[in-house]
């Protein structure tokens, strides 16, 4: 009788072990903590959570600002998630006349919507890009913003709201940040 229960209860044990690592395999990480402002300082934590999923670290690297000169004409943000990039926020500074050329969209994506910003924009399911002339009292220069996203875990059709959204926000700081107008 004893003999039968040892085995029985390794059996029990094994069988609970199971259910447990399963579980546990199954429970998806929490979306990972950015800094509370993120991207030159632009965007808080909340504005880039929809694009950032599911994982266990984050990184960011950018420059601290988009202040953008003739020497420095560029500024890129890459946030990556377990190492994988989420979020890719970018500034060209260009020559006044200097033509913004911006490669064919894919043909199997939905063709982009125009946005309303700055002298040319469009918004797509994985991002938007505006181009604006910026001409000051000192300085006038041709300016290109990008930003783009994963959205593997987004509902279908918040994207290009959720991206609109973003670049209004990254459009007024880009201006302030590169004197854009000034």
Known sequence: MRTARIPLACVLTLAAAAVFTGCAEEKKAAAPQLPERTCFGIFTRSDLEPLLGAGETVKETAPTDLRLTAERRGATCNVDVDGKGRVLVSATRKPLGQSIVWPPMDQNQPAPDPLPLGDKGIVWNT????????????????????????????????????????????????????????
């Open 127 to 182: 991002g938007a890009r505006v181009a604006l002339t910026c001409k000051g009292s000192q300085d006038s220069f041709a300016l290109e913003l990008s930003i783009s996203g994963s959205i593997d875990q987004m509902k279908p059709g918040t994207s290009r709201p959720l991206f609109t959204t973003l670049m209004t926000k990254y459009l007024d700081a880009a201006k302030q940040q590169t004197g854009c107008g000034v």
